[in-house]
């Protein structure tokens, strides 16, 4: 394992001790969200961490229900034993507590999707839904004029979906 800093290396064996900790594997972003509550490293950064993990082999990258996810690799296992004490105690003990709570948040999975396809020759159908751990929260299908209003219904969902189901909520109850 090559290393530019200590620094680096550290982050690196906290990239580690995430996925062991969680005891499975994560994707890239499940990673990134959990260091980036906790710590001081940059998104980039993270995602350089990972690559370089993977291609001295401490993480391996496998297709789990169509995601790309990350696991250690026995290297990674024996690594992360090692030089576990690399790994400043208060990052361990913030990190393992983090995970305890926010476990579910790890794994909640919001999915909003906009579509639209053309019905006539003016006529357009805009399908927007909103979906946490696939569940369906929100279903809208509705007619759009012109091909500008169902490119516009579709952005302005996927930028406001949040305030616009919050909103839609409210008016109905």
């Known amino acids: 394992m090559l290393f ?3 620094q680096q290396a550290e982050d690196k064996l906290i990239i580690l ?3 062991q900790k969680i005891k499975t594997a994560l994707t890239r972003e499940q990673i990134a969200l959990i260091i980036i ?3 001081q490293i940059g998104y980039f950064d993270i995602q350089l961490y990972i690559d370089d993990l993977i291609k001295d082999d401490f993480l391996s990258t496998l297709e789990y229900d169509g995601k790309s996810v990350l696991s ?3 290297m990674g296992k024996d690594t992360l034993t090692v030089f576990h004490d690399k ?3 208060y990052i361990a003990e913030m990190i393992d507590l983090y995970l305890k709570e926010n476990r579910a948040k790890i794994f909640k999975e919001v999915k909003i999707t906009a579509n639209y396809q053309k019905l ?3 006529d357009y159908l805009v399908e927007l839904k909103l979906q946490e751990n696939n569940m369906v929260l929100m279903e809208i299908a509705l007619n759009a ?9 579709c952005n302005r969902w996927k930028e406001n979906t949040q305030e616009l189901y919050a909103s839609v909520l409210n008016l109905l109850t």
């Open 4 to 6: 530019n800093s200590s």
């Open 17 to 19: 001790y995430v996925l």
């Open 37 to 39: 509550e906790n710590l």
């Open 72 to 74: 250690l690799t026995p």
């Open 87 to 89: 790994i400043p105690t």
């Open 120 to 122: 006539g020759e003016t």
């Open 145 to 153: 004029p012109t091909l500008k209003l169902a490119l516009d219904i």
